[in-house]
């Protein structure tokens, strides 16, 4: 006997969104021809922004020129420097650990076994890991969660693969 299913039916109607501007991000060439530009005298800032599709305000090309110039100033590089252009990271918590700091962590944890059976906050306060940067249990939990290293049984991960984890 066949199984009768009801046709699926739309609750709600799902019709795109119109964006109230047209407003977008200048890509690191945009950003690079409009701060060429401007500090060269060829255009002015209201004459740049004109340019763009969609155009942007010749204010935005003034605070773009001024971050360049200010950065280039602070890192003591020329504005022609194609770093300056680049996408800056975002808002948010900067990264506590490097990487080659990470890679110690796991090397100290994993090179003997009274190293791989001591409690994190033990490990943290028997001094384990004063050559780097001072660190919480969740930190140390976390890189450990993240290269697969199993901490005394207590993770949702596979158990140690010393290999892959100083690779």
């Known amino acids: 006997m066949p199984i009768n299913r009801r046709k699926p039916y739309k609750y709600k109607v799902q019709k795109p969104r119109e964006k109230k501007t047209q407003k977008r991000d200048l ?3 945009e950003r690079a021809f409009a701060v060429g530009a401007s500090m060269h005298s060829m255009a002015t800032n209201k004459e740049i922004a004109a340019l763009f599709d969609p155009p942007t305000t010749k204010d935005a090309i003034a605070k773009l020129v001024r971050r360049i110039r200010d950065r280039a ?14 996408t800056l990271p975002g808002r948010g918590r ?12 796991i090397e100290i944890v994993t090179q ?8 994190p906050l033990q490990a943290i306060k028997d001094g384990d890991f ?4 001072p660190m ?7 890189v450990m969660y993240e290269a697969g290293i199993a901490i005394n049984g ?10 892959k984890a100083t690779t």
């Open 27 to 29: 890509t690191a060439v």
């Open 73 to 86: 100033d602070q890192e003591g590089i020329s504005i022609t420097n194609p770093t300056l252009y680049e």
């Open 94 to 105: 900067p990264e506590l650990l490097d990487d080659a700091q990470k890679k110690r962590i």
């Open 112 to 119: 003997d076994r009274a190293h791989r059976e001591k409690e």
């Open 130 to 133: 004063d050559e780097l940067p």
């Open 136 to 142: 919480s249990v969740s930190t140390f939990e976390n």
């Open 154 to 163: 207590r993770s949702r991960t596979t158990p140690i693969d010393i290999r």
